[in-house]
């Protein structure tokens, strides 16, 4: 029935309460589960060329966080 199960979280425990309904789901069809967690770039209004320095490390630690916390989650 289930071949693949995607799962969206944004880090709170109210999206995490699914994982062991998720876990149960996938062992019992043999599923493939997805997890997956949006990361937006924090827009700045400051001059052009401090926006883009800004825009891309603020952007790489936040992808760095989101990626630590679904391996966590995938443990």
Do not use: W
Not at 15 to 41: G, S
């Amino acid at each position: 029935m289930y071949h693949i199960i995607l799962v969206p979280l944004d880090g709170s425990q109210r999206a995490e309460a699914i994982l062991p309904h998720v876990h149960n789901l996938a062992k019992r069809y043999d599923a493939t589960v997805i997890l997956l967690q949006v990361v937006e770039p924090i827009p700045y209004t400051v001059g052009l060329e401090m926006a883009y320095v800004s825009l891309d490390q603020d952007l790489q630690e936040l992808t760095k966080r989101a990626e630590c916390y679904l391996e966590n989650l995938q443990r």
